[in-house]
């Protein structure tokens, strides 16, 4: 009980500005109606994104492909983590592709969960999701967000770089129309937050991806409210330049459960325009920076 009462303050505690109104029902059960048939999943859902609601109106979903059991154990995520994930479901990319049909989609999002349990951990999956996209819908745009494809348990440094760089150069070779990977925090708190994550493999990833294709859009975001200081934001920001990532989003940390990582501040909108202010400042060609923003949030406007 005393949990449950502690939940309910958590929420009832919510800055005026992280609330919004769900949005159209018969908009929404559209959108779930076509994902449940499919048996499908998206990270609107599976991550509790406080921007569902608007994204189902519009009829736009990021897709979660691998089902929705992570094997990495991320201290904000509200993903599924902890057991076994489930087989691959050799059907997904067609039924995600069918999806992408119906709801007429001009630019979609796939992401994943981590499958570090598979031999290529999952790279192939996204081409082959593409590629059943692409037959489907030739004129549709196709923003990937993957993990960061980090070798395998027991691997050698010097191996697992090399199948990192492996794995993203599949995906690549698919040429998305902008390549995305989360850093999430700043540096000082990756362990805290990221657990199984590293700060400077995720800038590996966005920059071995210009290095096999400058032409492809990069992308970062970073989830603020985890205790870290405006000046470690703007080094994370600097840190993203340096390697040229083209694109950055910034948005709050909101709690999914009293299981997850408590939110140490909310920063306000204000704060969050400065930031947008100093990222456009830094040369980032497009900025999404407020609350509710989040990594795939609007990605269809670039």
């Known amino acids: 009980m005393t949990t449950q009462k502690q939940w309910r303050s958590e929420i ?11 949005g159209n029902a018969s908009d929404i059960s559209t959108v779930q109606r076509i994902i449940k048939q499919r048996q499908i999943h998206t990270i609107c859902e599976e991550g509790r994104c406080p921007n569902r609601g608007e994204c189902y109106s519009q009829k736009t979903a ?5 089902g929705p059991t992570c094997t990495r154990s991320c201290a904000f995520c509200q993903v599924d983590k902890g057991h076994a994930p489930m087989a691959l479901d050799p059907e997904e990319p067609q039924k995600v592709a069918e999806s992408v049909q119906l709801l007429g989609l ?35 745009e196709i923003e ?7 070798g395998g348990k027991g691997d050698h440094d010097q191996i697992s ?10 995906v690549v ?16 708190l990756q362990g805290k937050v990221r657990r199984g994550a590293q700060y400077q493999r995720s800038l590996d990833v966005l920059s071995i991806v210009k290095q096999l294709n400058p032409a492809i859009p990069t992308k970062s975001g970073l989830m603020l409210g985890h205790g870290e200081t405006k000046a470690e934001v703007i080094e994370a920001m600097a840190d993203l330049g340096k390697i040229g990532c083209d694109r950055i989003t910034l948005g709050q940390y909101m709690r999914p459960s009293l299981q997850h990582l408590p939110v ?3 920063w306000t909108p204000e704060e969050f325009d400065e930031l947008g202010a100093i990222a456009r400042d830094m040369g980032f060609a497009h900025v999404r920076s407020g609350p509710l923003v989040r990594s795939s949030y609007h990605a269809g406007e670039t």
């Not at 990021?62 to 691998?66: E, N, V």
């Open 173 to 188: 070779e698919a040429k998305p129309a902008c390549y995305n990977h989360n850093i999430e925090t700043v540096q000082r």
């Open 264 to 266: 140490q501040k909310y």
């Open 106 to 140: 001009r630019y979609v999002v796939l992401t994943s969960v981590a499958r570090d349990d598979l031999p290529d951990q999952g790279a192939g999956w996204f081409v082959a999701t593409m590629d059943a996209i692409r037959q489907l819908n030739p004129g549709t």
């Open 62 to 66: 990021t897709f979660l492909l691998m």
């Open 144 to 150: 990937v967000l993957t993990a960061d494809f980090w």
């Open 161 to 170: 770089a090399e199948l990192q760089q492996q794995r993203i150069a599949t």
């Open 12 to 22: 009832t505690a919510l800055p005026s500005w992280l609330r919004r109104p769900i």
